[in-house]
């Protein structure tokens, strides 16, 4: 079945897809595992920034920013290996934390470390960040900058009005 406005699950993807689209790359399946893959990485880099946990000691300023470029390189074939993760282990987050280990994995200094990739965390605590951070971004990138010009029209009207008088209570 193909996507149209009337095969879509809900009006945002179909009648409402293109006033809609600058939302999809943030709320999309992708736009998800991309938050959860940064929360991933911060909490590791938060571990590996806690001195009294003697495994991570050692973690070089060049080792974390191997651990950033994951975030940073994150592309649709990162989410693809993560849906493919997804598959074998029917846990959406455990196959965020699998694509983190796998990549990881290449770099000496994290290879007997990965244990500590999801350390101490519920997939909850990773989801309710991950939305908090989509919800963020979707605020400072799509709906303020929608808003400035409706806001600058109003500013314009107030100053123009500001003389007209109005009946109130």
Known sequence: MSLTPLT???????????????LREIF???GLIRARV???IAWLQALAGERRIAELRGI?????????????????????????????????VKAVEYLIKQKLGAHPAWQSRLEF?????TSEDINNTSHGLMLSEA???????????????????????????????
């Not at 990739?117 to 965390?121: E, G, I, L």
């Not at 400072?140 to 009207?157: E, H, M, T, Y």
């Open 8 to 22: 879509a699950l809900s009006p945002v993807d179909g009648r409402y897809a293109a006033r809609c689209a600058d």
């Open 28 to 30: 999309s399946e992708q």
């Open 38 to 40: 940064r929360v991933e």
């Open 60 to 92: 070089t300023p060049a080792d974390l920013a191997v651990a950033q470029q994951i975030v940073e390189g994150f592309d649709p074939a990162d989410a693809a290996a993560v849906k493919a993760f997804e598959r074998e282990t029917n846990h959406d």
């Open 117 to 121: 990739v999801h350390f101490a965390c």
């Open 139 to 169: 605020r400072g990138q799509v709906l303020l900058p929608a808003l400035d010009p409706v806001v600058d029209a109003l500013r314009v009207l107030a100053h123009e009005l500001a003389d007209v008088p109005m009946l109130s209570r």
